[in-house]
């Protein structure tokens, strides 16, 4: 799938737009234990959730990929914006909320009806000129209130063309902002985790999204060290081509920075600084939301599964900041009976070894209850193999 996405600051507007590929997650293969004692962060005052609470939570706020409209929008004159349902804006917001729960930061956002209808209307703008655009130009036959309405929209909001659901664009784009264009900011991930945001509002009209991000209502927060990955992360909202961020709050100096990231499993290490980088690294002071933000992606990494922790080491700043990182499966992962991230033969072949018999087997048996009922047994086999041969089959319903 193709997506562009555009990034903006506060009191500028924009300047690029970029045209990339989605690759998918690939998944490092490695069987570990999912039990850690709580950690001790430094220089960081974010909350930590536990993964039973992030499930929790999760499951009391649900949300799906489902897209519907009270009003359709309509891209011909004399042009209406439309309306998304209650249950599409419910969606994207119960998923921007699991998101900030996650981070550790304020989870109260809430929708406002007139931030709705600017990014509605900004997304059906950007349909009607074919253009992601933070400042589109007007189409002749549009009513200038509506343009004005749209273009107020586009220029407050981030946006995403691609997407086929606002929770894609938000979970896929805007906190993702690993591709060329965003990684020396991810300023779209800086505004989803916005500790001051308070209200927001959301737009789809075909492929182009929008969530309203200059939220004026917002309340003074004292979160600082707002990190991504979290430091209890679903393994669900994070993958390779996402770069690691910390916002500091205060300008930091890229010079003075050095960053030490430690794959606690096997004792890798990566360092990052001006000097020199085992991958990525940024320093950028403009204003996200917040400034001062670190960013880092580090080389030769295949993706983060359940069981994996790092720990990051940061010096050169007002203070150290020291904190763990341990990623978690959200999810069950219906057929990866490995538990290493992916569904394949050996799943199958490992459900064949459990039913025959064998001892000693590590073996994710919740994940190889594929048909719900209760129990492993050949019909769960039957299906994982039938989804491996290219069925229509989806396992865990
Ligand atoms: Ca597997
Ligand atoms: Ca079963």
Known sequence: MKRTLINLKKNTVIKWAYLGTVTSIIAISMISSNIYPAQASQGMNVEIHTEEEIKEYAEKHSYSEDTSYIELPDLKAPYSAGRLSSDSLNSALN????????????????????????????????????KMEHNPSKPADMDEELYQLGYKGTSSSNLGWGYGSLVSAIKNGWIEDGDANNIDRVGHRR????????????????????????????????????????????????????????????NVDYESVNVKLTYENTGKVWNFSSSGSDGEFYVDNQWYGQPGCIIFRPDDILGYNDGDRFKVEISGLKENVEYEVKFFDLYIKYGDANKDGIVNSSDAVLMKKYLAGYKDLEINLEACDVNLDGVVTSADVVLVLKKLAGYDVVLGK
């Open 95 to 130: 998923f921007l909320n699991l998101v900030r729960y996650v981070a550790g930061i304020p989870y109260n956002v809430q929708l406002d009806d007139e931030y709705t209808k600017l990014a509605q209307t900004g997304t059906m703008l950007n349909a009607v000129n074919g």
């Open 191 to 250: 505004w989803v985790l916005n500790p001051t945001m308070k209200k927001t509002g959301f737009g789809k009209t075909g492929i182009y999204t929008s969530m309203y991000v200059f939220d004026s209502t917002f309340e003074k927060t004292d979160q600082y060290g707002v990190v991504w990955p979290a430091q209890v992360m679903p393994t669900e909202l994070f993958g390779k081509r996402y770069p690691w961020s910390i916002s500091m709050g205060y």
